[in-house]
């Protein structure tokens, strides 16, 4: 039995169905869903060629060379990717921009192929004005922000909580002078995406109350979307209080560990270890002039003979004299600075677990 085209968007997103993406490559690098897959009817060449047909000549000329460009064996060996998705995702949809002439192409090419395939009515322009709807859904709700020092634990709490929502996730970025990872950033259109998505399954698990980090506008080169930025300048905020010891813990296994562990599982051993220290010089470059040139070079070198000895030896005991002023001297007097502003928002406070308890309650 052939299933219909596909308009319950809410669906799609909370049960994670696969899509198959007909756009161009170009389309998709600039912003996708979390569960697409890009299997483009054209390249983007192609695509190009075909829109300077259309403006020229109309529609009928533009899908006459569309079939030419798009034929024998390049045809087929497009078709037998998009049946082998098909086949490995039964219950998923296809879908082009506005689910237009490029998913009718595809899904009569998939019935000519024997498999009948259904689309997602109005495409990707319909599913993501569904999401950017969302976001702005869930910034008119009840919302609460979890806020501490680096090195805290926010951005773990935010991922305990059942109404917690990880923008720093999203963005795929930790919000820091250290925080990229090993793989690039999303573009602005996939955080939005997956941020949206993270809301339709709270709200789907009946969640009114959300949990933020404490964030500002920007997340590396992300931008929080306008509507949830204004709403977390008057949310209620809960800070966690840990002592410095058990912050700098969970700063080596963000900076050091697992960033050390990545870089090499993605790059390989030598190339690995060159790229990690590359990164934590980056890091500390990029807040160089805070620092002070004096107090960068003392700590840049610090860091370079902690990075030589965890190499060597595999000892963590160096990143210590790194460390401990970054947060101490840097980090520390900067966030309180700030959180100080936003002192007549504090409603609670306590170490991590108690601001954990608190903010649970609030669901």
């Known amino acids: 039995m052939s299933r219909p085209n ?23 690098q600039q912003g996708a869903f979390p569960t697409s897959t890009s299997l483009p009817l054209m390249t983007d060449d192609e695509r190009a060629a075909v829109g300077t047909c259309y403006k020229n000549s109309g529609q009928d000329a ?25 086949e490995a995702n039964p219950n998923g949809y296809l879908y082009c921009f506005r ?4 998913s009718q192409i595809t899904q009569q090419w998939l019935k000519e192929a024997g ?8 495409g990707y322009k319909a599913l993501r004005r569904y999401l950017v709807d969302t976001i702005d859904d869930v910034a008119t709700k009840q919302m609460s922000i979890v806020a501490g020092n680096t090195g805290s634990g926010k951005t773990i709490m935010v991922n305990v909580l059942a109404n917690g929502i990880d923008l720093e996730g999203a963005a795929h970025h930790r919000g820091s002078s250290f925080g990229s990872y090993v793989t690039r950033q999303r573009t602005q259109i996939a955080f939005e995406n997956d941020l949206a998505v993270q809301m339709l399954k709270k709200l789907d698990n009946g969640i009114e109350h959300f949990v933020f980090e404490d964030e500002g506008k920007n997340i590396g080169c992300a931008t929080v979307p306008l509507s949830i930025n204004r709403a977390m300048q008057d949310a209620d905020i809960a800070v966690i209080d840990d002592p410095i010891d058990v912050r700098l813990a969970r700063l080596l296994d963000d900076y050091v560990i697992k960033m050390q562990r990545d870089y090499v599982a993605h790059y390989g051993e030598e190339q690995g270890w060159v790229l990690f220290a590359e990164y934590l010089e980056k890091g500390m470059f990029n807040i160089r002039k805070r620092l002070g040139f004096e107090r960068y070079e003392v700590m840049l070198k610090a860091q370079q003979h902690a990075v030589k000895v965890m190499q060597t030896s595999g000892s963590l005991a160096e990143h210590d004299a790194w460390l401990a002023p970054l947060l101490e001297q840097y980090y520390d007097p900067m966030y309180t600075y700030q959180l100080d502003k936003k002192a007549d928002r504090i409603v609670f406070r306590g170490d991590y677990h108690q601001v954990q308890e608190w903010l649970a309650a609030r669901r």
Do not use: S
């Not at 308009?7 to 198959?20: E, G, I, S």
């Not at 079939?67 to 998705?85: I, M, S, T």
């Not at 689910?99 to 490029?102: K, Q, S, T, Y």
């Open 6 to 28: 596909c308009q319950d968007f809410r669906h799609l997103f909370v049960n994670d169905t696969p899509l198959m993406d007909m756009r161009a490559p170009i389309e998709f």
């Open 115 to 122: 498999i009948d395939y259904p689309f997602i009515t109005g």
């Open 62 to 86: 533009a899908i006459v060379l569309g079939h030419k460009l798009v034929n024998g064996d390049v045809k087929a060996e497009r078709v037998a990717q998009w049946k082998a998705f098909c």
């Open 99 to 102: 689910g237009g002439l490029r």
